[in-house]
Structure formats: C-alpha cells, structure tokens
C-alpha cells in the first residue's frame, strides 16, 4: 500500500486566494482525520469523517475552512479565502476502527504558505 | 477533558545514551496510549502503543509501560543512535469520552549527536 498521499506537499498562495487541499487515504481504513501543526499551537484537529460523513468538526477554526469527502477514496479541505495566518504543515491521516487497534497512519502533509 | 503532557525539549544526548521522555496524562476512562516520531519532513509515525494498564508498548528498541496508578506512559530506550534524532509524540485516545478522536502531547524534540 502507498501508504496516505496528500497532494500538494508544498503551496505558496497570496492572501485571498482559494486553497484546496487533497488526500487520498489507506484502502479500507474508514476513518480520515483533518490536523494542522504550527510551532505555537502543536497538532490540532480540524475534522474527521467515519465512513466519508463528518463526525466532529468542532476543530474547524473559521468558515474560511470547509473539508469534504465524496468518496472512501478523497477529501479535500479548502480555505478560501485564505490569510497569513493560515500558514501551517496540514496533515491527513486514516485508521481502520479495530478493537485494540487505534493508531493512525498520516500522510507526508502540505506546508502552505500564505503571503 | 482529556490532555496529554509531555517534557518540553529539546532533549540532547550522545550516541549510546539512555533515554527517557516523560509522559503523563488526565483521562476521565480507560484510554489508549501512544508513542509517534516525525522525522524531518515527514508525517508522524505510530512508533509504538498499549491499550490497557500494565501493557508494554515496544519498537526499534523503544518501550513504554501504561502506568494506571501514576497516570504515565515514559518512553525509553536503552541506546540512541543518531538516526533516532526526531519528535516524539505521546499521544491518547478514549472511545469512551472522545470519541475516536487522538489527543497529542506538544512534541519532544530528541537530538543525537555521534
């Protein structure tokens, strides 16, 4: 297996363009899982998705932010429209929900940059 | 709520040092526990886990012990070698009150050197 593939894995954009980011996770994990990781703030949770439906979105810091998954296969998140701040590594990651079995696999992540 | 807390690094040592990363956490059940290491670069990687108390988590020569009674989950290793320079991650998850989500310690930066 490859393992999670998010695409791209480096962005630069200017302030106030759209920015989506993709995922493509690990064949029959059925959880996918939204993070962003700043220096100040660590590792947050954005969002994640059991069986592609949105479970917690509770991590989701503004509006500017919305995340989709169509398929088992896909999701993107999308900032639009995006700002300095914004700026951070974003990682996918995907788990098969097993009894005794809770660990994830992440992706490689995107470093977007926003100036 | 649930949280994880962790040594602030960085932590430098010598090649063949021992090494201990305190981790300890607050959980309101019975929750699952985890090591993961980001190389440069990369994403995290699950290093190692334990789902009950007393269980040892163990990888590349790395362990930890889920301490119940101390509310703890140290990891340690015999021997570091440089390629072991990285963050670690304590990490914990609790169906039970959080759902399937995983809450990360802030990260504990390891460096080697030869």
């Known amino acids: 297996d490859a393992g999670v593939i998010q695409s791209p894995r480096h962005e630069v954009t200017e302030m106030g363009q759209e920015v989506t980011l993709r995922c493509k996770p690990i064949?029959?994990?059925?959880?996918l899982f939204w993070y962003r990781q700043t220096m100040m703030r660590g590792l947050e949770l954005l969002i994640y998705?059991?069986?592609?439906?949105?479970?917690?979105d509770s991590g989701m810091p503004e509006d500017r932010f919305s995340a989709k998954m169509p398929n088992a296969s896909f999701s993107t998140l999308k900032i639009q429209p995006s700002e300095p701040r914004d700026s951070a590594v974003y990682f996918c990651?995907?788990?098969?929900?097993?009894?005794?079995?809770?660990?994830?696999?992440f992706g490689s992540g995107t470093r977007l940059t926003v100036v | 709520g649930n949280s994880v807390t962790q040594m602030e690094g960085p932590v430098t040592l010598s090649e063949e040092a021992f090494l201990t990363i305190n981790c300890t956490y607050t959980?309101?059940?019975?929750?699952?526990l985890f090591w993961y290491v980001q190389y440069p670069g990369e994403g995290l990687q699950l290093l190692l886990k334990?789902?009950?108390?007393?269980d040892k988590g163990s990888n590349k020569g790395f362990e930890a012990t889920y301490r119940k009674e101390t509310t703890s989950f140290h990891l340690e290793k015999g021997s570091v070698q440089v390629s072991d320079s990285a963050v670690y991650f304590c990490?914990?998850?609790?169906?039970?009150?959080?759902?399937?989500?995983?809450?990360f310690g802030a990260g504990t930066r390891l460096f080697v050197k030869a």
């Open positions: 990651a995907s788990s098969f929900h097993r009894v005794g079995n809770y660990g994830y696999t």
């Open positions: 064949s029959g994990h059925d959880y």
């Open positions: 998705f059991n069986n592609n439906v949105p479970i917690d």
């Open positions: 959980a309101t059940g019975y929750p699952s």
């Open positions: 334990a789902t009950k108390a007393d």
């Open positions: 990490a914990l998850s609790d169906l039970n009150t959080g759902g399937f989500k995983t809450i």
